[in-house]
């Protein structure tokens, strides 16, 4: 809808009142026909039918932006290096040729390298010698090390972390890596392969467990993020948490705050009231009394049922009361083990994850921007404006970021206030401004915290492993199918983050040799390696 345009002399009182009405009118309007249209797609699912597609536009219409040019004219990553320097050479064979002249002298060997990939079906009959004992009784001859794995059975190591491997890190349907099995002349049933893949995997999940403890004492932030991951035919979640030294996969049947603190404290519950629990409970406005009848007799509590137990005795059952109690409780637990209180949580801005010290995302802050859709031209060129002045504060943060300066402060500080503090006149863009000076200190956590991105793109990227999974498996069906996909996709990105191959640890560890150490370890020297240069906080 295109307005005529109003001449200064013009703009009375009422002609603002009536255009900033229209305004609020348009922007209305757009959001009922969004409302509409999802309502009409959720009918259409109901039904049995699609619903209309969401067509994204050509990347070829959109110019191209020239990639810029390294000295001497090259694009980046076109410089020649050798491709095969660093290749560990398992076999060299040396060829000549057959009738040569007399005459011929032979001058030198030129190397050229083939790369190839040997699968093949092996199967080792063992002849294990019994002996009869001189004292009654009988011995039999051992397994070499490292031919079974660790849980037992007739299928080799090699196989067993082929399977894993094959499943959790190419992404594979067990129909599928079956009947690939089967292609190799592997005699498996489809029983037997889901037991390898959920079954004896103990020692896997204890080690995730160790990488949570570990990474939360050593590290001064981490990401998080959740997405839908479906279970036994229901909607469920999947709270991802990381940073460069690890990444960290739980499901469940729901995200809360709540959940998040459970997650946070791993398989052990640990309710704690003390100064945290306290100062979190204020905040949150609980009501005195309970407070004071929390705070008599015991303090600490092990276990949901312990937990459980004691509520019941003080005859606490208010929903809302049971949510904060118990949530104060946790949060308590988290900083009686160890973990600082000035741990800093960045995420998108979801509440359950306002935990802590909250960063939040200048990414998600801006784009409700990106996602309007202009009334007119006027329109069009505010939203253009405010984009642009977001990221040239952004790129000056990221500045910041990389050489941290104390008389920066007060200088990106006002530059951020003159920014939120602008009045467009569209209820659309002005809505965005408020949500942003409502978290100031969240967007602005840089300034004390250079450490900390700006954004959270890195946690992004590490759940998408489960969006991908859930768009070929759908979901997973039993407890423990979905505790092991959680498992090998936290040991799977936390093995890329340390710099470890994802098949030399599943080798390792399903031949029972322990030659790589524990993942925990490994995160705590890469932690320490890092320290200097991740803990630069500026004094307040």
Same mark, same amino acid.
């Given at each position: 809808?295109?307005?005529?345009?109003?001449?200064?002399?013009?703009?009375?009182?009422?002609?603002?009142?009536?255009?900033?009405?229209?305004?609020?009118? =348009?922007?209305?309007?757009?959001?009922?026909?969004?409302?509409?249209?999802?309502?009409?797609?959720?009918?259409?699912?109901?039904?049995?039918?699609?619903?209309?597609?969401?067509?994204?536009?050509?990347? =070829?219409?959109?110019?191209?932006?020239?990639?810029?040019?390294?000295?001497?004219?090259?694009?980046?990553?076109?410089?020649?290096?050798?491709?095969?320097?660093?290749?560990?050479?398992?076999?060299?064979?040396?060829?000549?040729?057959?009738?040569?002249?007399?005459?011929?002298?032979?001058?030198?060997?030129?190397?050229?390298?083939?790369?190839?990939?040997?699968?093949?079906?092996?199967?080792?009959?063992? =002849?294990?010698?019994?002996?009869?004992?001189?004292?009654?009784?009988?011995?039999?001859?051992?397994?070499?090390?490292?031919?079974?794995?660790?849980?037992?059975?007739?299928?080799?190591?090699?196989?067993?972390?082929?399977?894993?491997?094959?499943?959790?890190?190419?992404?594979?349907?067990?129909?599928?890596?079956?009947?690939?099995?089967?292609?190799?002349?592997?005699?498996?049933?489809?029983?037997?392969?889901?037991?390898?893949?959920?079954?004896?995997?103990?020692?896997?999940?204890?080690?995730?467990?160790?990488?949570?403890?570990?990474?939360?004492?050593?590290?001064?932030?981490?990401?998080?993020?959740?997405?839908?991951?479906?279970?036994?035919?229901?909607?469920?979640?999947?709270?991802?948490?990381?940073?460069?030294?690890?990444?960290?996969?739980?499901?469940?049947?729901?995200?809360?705050?709540?959940?998040?603190?459970?997650?946070?404290?791993?398989?052990?519950?640990?309710?704690?009231?003390?100064?945290?629990?306290?100062?979190?409970?204020?905040?949150?406005? =609980?009501?005195?009394?309970?407070?004071?009848?929390?705070?008599?007799?015991?303090?600490?509590?092990?276990?949901?049922?312990?937990?459980?137990?004691?509520?019941?005795?003080?005859?606490?059952?208010?929903?809302?009361?049971?949510?904060?109690?118990?949530?104060?409780?946790?949060?308590?637990?988290?900083?009686?083990?160890?973990?600082?209180?000035?741990?800093?949580?960045?995420?998108?801005?979801?509440?359950?994850?306002?935990?802590?010290?909250?960063?939040?995302?200048?990414?998600?802050?801006?784009?409700?921007?990106?996602?309007?859709?202009?009334?007119?031209?006027?329109?069009?060129?505010?939203?253009?404006?405010?984009?642009?002045?977001?990221?040239?504060?952004?790129?000056?943060?990221?500045?910041?970021?990389?050489?941290?300066?104390?008389?920066?402060?007060?200088?990106?500080?006002?530059?951020?206030?003159?920014?939120?503090?602008?009045?467009?006149?569209?209820?659309?863009?002005?809505?965005?401004?408020?949500?942003?000076?409502?978290?100031?200190?969240?967007?602005?956590?840089?300034?004390?915290?250079?450490?900390?991105?700006?954004?959270?793109?890195?946690?992004?990227?590490?759940?998408?492993?489960?969006?991908?999974?859930?768009?070929?498996?759908?979901?997973?069906?039993?407890?423990?199918?979905?505790?092991?996909?959680?498992?090998?996709?936290?040991?799977?990105?936390?093995?890329?983050?340390?710099?470890?191959?994802?098949?030399?640890?599943?080798?390792?560890?399903?031949?029972?040799?322990?030659?790589?150490?524990?993942?925990?370890?490994?995160?705590?020297?890469?932690?320490?390696?890092?320290?200097?240069?991740?803990?630069?906080?500026?004094?307040?």
């Amino acid at each position: 809808m295109e307005l005529p345009e109003v001449r200064p002399e013009d703009r009375t009182r009422l002609v603002e009142a009536l255009l900033a009405l229209v305004r609020q009118l =348009l922007d209305r309007v757009a959001e009922l026909e969004q409302t509409n249209q999802q309502l009409r797609d959720e009918i259409a699912r109901l039904k049995g039918q699609k619903p209309r597609p969401d067509i994204k536009p050509s990347m =070829l219409e959109a110019a191209q932006p020239k990639p810029q040019q390294q000295e001497g004219g090259k694009r980046p990553g076109s410089a020649k290096r050798p491709k095969t320097a660093e290749l560990t050479i398992h076999r060299e064979v040396p060829l000549h040729i057959q009738d040569l002249p007399a005459a011929a002298k032979f001058r030198c060997y030129e190397a050229y390298v083939v790369q190839e990939l040997v699968i093949e079906n092996k199967n080792t009959r063992y =002849l294990r010698a019994r002996y009869d004992l001189p004292g009654g009784g009988s011995t039999l001859a051992p397994f070499p090390q490292g031919v079974l794995p660790v849980e037992g059975g007739h299928f080799g190591a090699n196989l067993i972390a082929y399977i894993l491997d094959q499943y959790h890190q190419g992404q594979v349907t067990e129909p599928l890596l079956l009947e690939q099995l089967w292609e190799y002349g592997i005699d498996i049933s489809s029983g037997q392969l889901h037991r390898i893949l959920t079954e004896h995997k103990d020692h896997f999940h204890q080690e995730k467990g160790e990488i949570l403890a570990a990474a939360l004492a050593e590290s001064s932030y981490i990401g998080t993020d959740d997405t839908g991951a479906r279970h036994q035919g229901k909607n469920g979640f999947c709270t991802a948490l990381g940073n460069d030294l690890f990444a960290y996969f739980e499901s469940s049947d729901s995200k809360s705050r709540l959940n998040f603190l459970r997650v946070l404290q791993g398989s052990q519950r640990d309710y704690v009231i003390n100064e945290t629990t306290l100062a979190y409970w204020e905040r949150q406005k =609980l009501a005195e009394a309970l407070v004071e009848q929390l705070t008599q007799g015991t303090q600490e509590f092990v276990g949901e049922q312990a937990w459980q137990e004691r509520l019941a005795i003080l005859g606490i059952r208010d929903e809302r009361h049971v949510r904060i109690i118990t949530e104060g409780a946790l949060l308590g637990g988290l900083v009686a083990r160890g973990i600082s209180p000035e741990l800093v949580v960045l995420s998108d801005g979801a509440p359950q994850f306002v935990v802590f010290v909250h960063a939040g995302c200048w990414i998600h802050a801006e784009r409700p921007l990106a996602k309007l859709v202009p009334h007119n031209e006027q329109h069009r060129a505010e939203i253009e404006k405010i984009r642009s002045q977001i990221w040239e504060l952004y790129k000056d943060l990221k500045a910041y970021r990389a050489k941290p300066e104390e008389s920066q402060r007060s200088c990106l500080e006002a530059r951020f206030d003159a920014l939120v503090e602008q009045r467009t006149g569209y209820p659309s863009i002005d809505g965005v401004l408020k949500e942003m000076r409502e978290h100031k200190a969240d967007l602005l956590r840089v300034l004390q915290r250079p450490e900390v991105p700006l954004h959270n793109n890195a946690e992004e990227s590490d759940i998408r492993e489960f969006v991908k999974r859930r768009k070929i498996s759908g979901g997973t069906r039993s407890d423990a199918g979905r505790r092991c996909r959680d498992t090998f996709a936290s040991l799977k990105k936390t093995c890329r983050k340390l710099g470890l191959r994802f098949w030399d640890y599943l080798q390792d560890r399903v031949r029972g040799l322990g030659k790589i150490p524990r993942l925990a370890d490994l995160l705590r020297q890469k932690a320490r390696r890092l320290a200097p240069s991740n803990r630069q906080a500026v004094p307040a």
